[in-house]
């Protein structure tokens, strides 16, 4: 048997080491007793209750809880409804410009992608706020949730929905009792996506905000400038975490699906 | 309507058809699906429609349900004209290839689903769904999910779906096709029954002949946008119209030659292959000296060691291949002049005596009654 060979297991350490360790650090440093940053002092919750007590970062907090609960509530409408357009209505004049619009956000370097909004919101004078922030969020995520929705539209049997149709549904009652109930899965999991998006942005929020509409990683980046706390270490284990559940409650809507799929 | 109880409506000119498919054409771009197509189908039929795959026989199915609009022509069902009339409001169901499950409803509310579009009250819908469970046997499975029936299961779901609404007029895209053989021959004879005991029009789209022999009252073959042949399976059988027709539903021997007239054996042949005359009953009306062909189904070649005791339609050969199928072998039979003969023979002797095997020098007869006279 070669799978647990010396070199196998030693590649895996040093993978998973490269990319977890600093992560680890930091949230074990989350919980240090001591303020110095590279000194265990024994383990404590104290930085946490800090955190609880520093209105800055618990409005930070709550500004980037808005921004990406509007922002991936926004993106999955219409991210989902991009994927169905180009799924179900076949060809159509533009397809292809449409089709490479959607995906446009998703390889253009984020600084041009946060540039270009900043301009565009200057042009259009539109003030910098909570409002930008959340409307440059959906423009990028939206491209996401549509990759989503229409990989899993790819493998939808379209005569499920002639035969609604056939049963004497209407159209419209169709898409609500047929078709969006079955592509459900994909558009919670592409939500769950923007969410994360949304919630880890640095460069596009820099960007795009304004005065009193600074979101956890700007909060997080301007006060590392000051010298990294244990207080950051705590933000950040938090983050951290809500970030990973969002991941895989999103990768497990995913695999049921697709289990789901393999037994009908 | 007069309602006349006759097994074969379509001989009685008195008999209204049921579904009349009037001129239509379908076309997508240049691609001409359905050819200026016209039918006739009468009340509680089991039609069948045989084709190659892309002979447009789905198109014509999908046009009936209306999920394609035809380029011209209309469709009457029961003298009303459905052209028009989009899918959610026909009263016509369809049964899909793919089943179409919705697969997040149990077996329950799929079955109910097209009750539940009508408004019907929750008692009637209750009591349909229940008796089209008992119907398709599937009462213990009521509260499963698609994704837990096997293929037989889900077909016999989709069925009592596309049954429920008690259509006019059911239509099967190949609703077969995905069970295994065991599976599907004792199916077509459920199918038969549910057919016979609702009372409902069927119309079928296969492209096992087979099958469409099996549960048909009568097929329409099709090729390329058209219909070649609507006649009873007996009747496709035993006397296609043309080579095509003939080569399409089973197996066929064709004797290419030129007509010489009539004596009181039969219609003559001047056959290609053994250079010398060859008979059957049925006459035709053409020029001496036209070219005709002979259709031979392999049953109705006799096979045998010794010189049949007539002097006519008697040919010559060796055995080149067996196929053995335990109530009946098929032999090909090399000619002299090298053409190969396809002929089956019911095993009735158990032991090998009688047995032919390969290389043996054999003669082929048939009885003019047996050919079929072909102008195409």
């Known amino acids: 048997m070669t799978r647990f060979s010396k070199f196998n297991v030693s590649a895996i350490i ?47 907090a709550w500004v980037t809880f808005k921004v990406a609960f509007i922002s991936s509530s926004v993106a999955t409408f219409l991210g989902t409804i991009a994927g169905l357009v180009m799924t179900r209505f076949g060809k159509f004049r533009g397809r292809t410009l449409f089709s490479g619009m959607i995906y446009a956000p998703m390889v253009m370097p984020e600084v041009i992608l ?24 959906i423009t990028f995520s939206m491209c996401y949730v549509s990759v989503i929705i229409q990989s899993r539209m790819s493998s939808y049997d379209d005569s499920i929905n002639e035969a609604a149709l056939d049963l004497g549904c209407t159209p419209f009652r169709t898409f609500l009792l047929i078709t969006f109930p079955i592509i459900l899965p994909a558009v919670v999991s592409g939500w769950l996506l923007s969410f994360t998006m949304s919630l ?23 006060m590392v400038r000051l010298g990294v706390t244990p207080e950051i270490n705590a933000v950040s284990t938090i983050l951290v975490g809500l970030v990973t559940a969002g991941v895989i409650t999103a990768s497990l809507i995913g695999k049921r699906q697709r289990q789901q799929l393999a037994q009908s | 309507m007069t309602e006349t109880t006759t097994t074969e409506p379509w001989l009685d000119s008195n008999q209204k058809p049921y579904i009349q498919i009037e001129s239509v054409t379908k076309k997508f771009g240049d691609f001409t699906a359905i050819d200026n197509l016209s039918l006739d189908i009468y009340k509680n039929e089991f039609f069948s429609l045989l084709g190659p795959s892309g002979c447009g026989k789905t198109t014509l199915l999908r046009m009936l349900a209306g999920f ?13 004209d459905i052209s028009e009339i989009p899918p959610h409001l026909r009263p016509i169901n369809m049964m899909f290839q793919s089943y179409a499950l919705f697969p997040h409803m149990t077996v329950e509310k799929n079955i109910a689903f097209g009750l539940k579009q009508d408004k019907l009250p929750d008692n009637i819908i209750n009591q349909r769904v229940e008796e089209m469970l008992e119907l398709v046997e599937l009462t213990d499975f009521a509260k499963r999910k698609p994704g837990q029936l096997s293929g037989g299961q889900s077909q016999r779901v989709a069925l009592a779906r596309s049954l429920a609404k008690q259509p006019k007029l059911l239509l099967l895209d190949e609703p077969l096709g995905a069970l295994d ?57 035993e006397a296609p119209i043309n080579r095509e027709v003939a080569d399409f539903i089973g197996d066929v021997n064709i004797f290419k030659g030129i007509y010489k007239g009539q004596d009181e054996t039969g219609t003559q042949l001047l056959s290609e292959d053994s250079k010398s005359i060859i008979y059957a009953t049925q006459k035709v009306d053409v020029p001496v000296g036209n070219r005709i062909w002979f259709a031979l189904r392999p049953e109705k070649l006799e096979i045998t060691r010794k010189l049949p005791e007539v002097d006519f339609n008697i040919l010559k050969g060796k055995i080149e291949d067996i196929g053995y199928g335990g109530s009946f072998s098929t032999y090909h039979v090399k000619l002299e002049n090298g053409r190969q003969l396809t002929a089956i023979r019911a095993n009735r002797e158990r032991t090998a005596e009688h047995h032919l095997t390969w290389g043996d020098e054999v003669y082929l007869h048939w009885a003019p009654h047996s050919a079929v006279v072909l102008l195409s």
């Open chain 1, 200 to 222: 880890d942005d640095l460069v596009i929020a820099s960007f795009t905000s304004g005065p009193g509409s600074t979101t956890l990683p700007m909060k997080i980046y301007s």
């Open chain 1, 114 to 137: 946060g540039l270009s909004t900043l301009l565009t919101f200057i042009t259009l004078a539109i003030d910098r706020g909570v409002l930008t922030v959340t409307l440059a969020h």
């Open chain 2, 181 to 237: 053989k065991r599976l599907r021959e004792q199916t077509q004879f459920e199918l038969m029954d549910i057919q016979e005991k609702l009372e409902v029009t069927f119309v079928i789209v296969t492209h096992d002949q087979e099958e469409a022999m099996t549960v048909s009252s009568r097929i329409g073959v099709m090729d390329s946008g058209k219909l070649i042949q609507v006649a009873t399976p007996t009747q496709i059988y």
């Open chain 2, 68 to 80: 394609e609009r035809f380029t011209e022509g209309r469709v009457l069902v029961d003298g009303e």
């Open chain 1, 14 to 60: 040093i993978g998973f080491t490269f990319l977890y360790l600093p992560i680890i650090l930091l949230i074990l440093f989350s919980f240090n007793e001591s303020r110095l940053v590279t000194v265990w002092a024994g383990f404590s919750t104290k930085w946490y209750v800090e955190l609880m007590q520093n209105q800055g970062i618990k409005d930070a």
